[in-house]
């Protein structure tokens, strides 16, 4: 009886702990806002999204796009001029990215980018996506460290000077820690994490643009698109859209990480 009884209580602290337990991950899983939480969306596009209908994802309330430009220092999006007029046409925000090619010297891929992007006041600050293409026949290879971080603030530099907007870097988990983590503090950063909120993938970084899937549905679009959220409120995306252009992303306070209890502040 004696040995039951201590079976039992052992069973009960067993389940109790347990539950504790759990409830703790439930607790540290739930503070982090999920994309719905954040009241502005937008997409990421290019050439393989097809002939996009702008009017209607405009209906279906997303507010930005980002729109791929080019690629290293020879290849253009062939949807980007279309994508870029219908876009403004549908009252969308939207900015040009650049897919940066390891493979290619930094000048070539500056000077392809103001060859093909023109200089709109209305526009998005550009975008340099910067990751590692492992899969890539012509460039899988990953350069040191310093030269990635060389190469990209040329690129900013000279971005910067010519569009008269400070650009904004889209990374994802990899590159980030190889490379970006502790550095480019001055930049806005807009991250890819598709199953963990990005104060979990990017601890400590401010963020400005959250990529949560590729595997995006919006009317107007056929087949999949990548889907995005801003970080802030409508207050804080009027302030982004308006600048000041040029302020280093650390000194302006919509770029603060995002604190789960002002969730109850934000108006969806």
Known sequence: ?????????????????????????????EQYPVPADYPIHGIDVSRY??????????????????????????????????????????????????????????QDQINWFIKNVPVESASLPPVLDV??????????????KAQALAAMKA???AIERHYGKRPVIYTTIDFYRDVIVGDLHDYSLWVRTVNAHPQQRYPGR?????????????????????????????????????????TPAASQPIMQPFNAASLSNLKL
Request: with cysteine; proline share 3%; hydrophobic share 45%.
């Open 1 to 29: 009886m004696f040995l039951s009884a201590f079976y039992l209580g052992a069973r009960f602290a067993t389940v109790s702990i347990v539950l504790v337990l759990g409830g703790c991950a439930f607790l540290e899983k």
């Open 131 to 144: 990751e590692w293409n492992g899969d890539s026949e012509l460039c899988p290879k990953k350069v040191p």
């Open 206 to 246: 401010r963020w400005a643009f959250w990529q949560y899937t590729a595997e995006g549905r919006v009317a107007g679009i056929k087949g999949n698109v990548d889907r995005n959220t801003f970080f802030g409120s409508e207050e804080q995306w009027q302030a982004f859209l308006k600048g000041p252009q040029g």
């Open 49 to 106: 999204q097809g002939v996009i209908d702008w009017k209607t994802v405009k209906e279906e309330g997303h507010r930005f796009a980002w729109i791929k430009a080019t690629e290293g220092g020879d290849h253009a999006d062939e949807k980007f001029a279309l994508n870029w007029i219908a876009a403004h046409d549908a009252g969308i925000a939207r900015g040009a990215y650049h897919f940066y090619f390891w493979c290619r010297p930094v």
């Open 155 to 157: 690129f900013l530099v």
